[in-house]
């Protein structure tokens, strides 16, 4: 598509629940990001995609954390057992591939968790 | 609707000289607007924000940015460029609903 795409744009769940946020990239972009923005917080890596190469996850803050990337395309992030702590924007973005091209992200997920 | 330009994809400058990345943006009311770096192989990290106050910030490392409504532009800049700022800096508006809206990256190079 034209942009990179996220799904929910919102997002409430109980404490407790599993949640999955998605992630549509340009076409193309062999390189995705996943970062989080909590209240009052700076951007936090959690993981990244490259291709076929096995995902940088030195991010996740958490085992209640992980994502995938079916066909080198579509990107699920999943949080297990869901806590208040984990309420924050969470964006994906896209590049053409680690090294080239600008980022281009996604308006996020805002996911609260009560 | 809510959109930001960074009209360098690439600046070189030597150490010890000013640096100026730039950042235009549009927006249909009085946004918030970021600056956020990231250093190779590190997740982004903020540098400074404009909130409505005054329209010079001051950021960390000595970068600061001056909010220009009449202009829309929201330049960031340093007196003496150190190596260790050699990184891709990205321009951020974000909407009343706190959604985020990126610049495509400025890569700042740094020369001995």
């Known amino acids: 598509g034209a942009g990179v795409s996220q799904s929910p744009s919102n997002k409430v769940t109980e404490k407790g629940k599993d949640v999955e946020l998605r992630c549509d990239p340009i076409?193309?972009?062999?390189?995705l990001y996943w970062y989080r923005q909590s209240l009052g917080q700076g951007l936090e890596f959690l993981i990244y995609?490259?291709?076929?190469?096995?995902?940088?996850k030195s991010g996740l803050p958490s085992d209640r954390f992980s994502a995938e990337r079916t066909g080198g395309s579509v990107s699920t992030l999943t949080i297990q057992r869901t806590q208040q702590e984990d309420s924050a924007v969470y964006l994906c973005?896209?590049?053409?591939?680690?090294?080239?091209?600008?980022?281009?992200f996604g308006s996020g997920t805002r996911l609260t968790v009560v | 609707a809510q959109s930001v330009t960074q009209l360098d994809s690439h600046v070189s400058v030597s150490e010890g000289t000013p640096v100026l990345l730039r950042c235009n943006y549009s927006?249909?009311?009085?946004?918030?607007l970021f600056w956020y770096v990231q250093h190779p192989n590190k997740g982004l990290q903020l540098l400074l924000k404009?909130?409505?106050?005054?329209?010079l910030v001051k950021g960390i490392n000595g970068f600061e940015a001056e909010f220009k409504k009449s202009e829309t532009s929201f330049h960031l800049t340093k007196p003496s460029a150190h190596m260790s700022d050699a990184a891709e800096y990205f321009c951020?508006?974000?909407?009343?609903?706190?959604?985020?809206?990126f610049g495509s990256g400025t890569k700042l190079n740094v020369k001995p």
């Open positions: 927006s249909s009311y009085s946004p918030s």
């Open positions: 404009y909130t409505s106050a005054a329209t």
């Open positions: 076409s193309g972009h062999t390189a």
């Open positions: 995609f490259q291709g076929n190469s096995a995902p940088d």
């Open positions: 973005a896209s590049r053409v591939d680690r090294f080239r091209g600008g980022y281009t």
């Open positions: 951020v508006v974000s909407d009343q609903n706190n959604k985020f809206y």
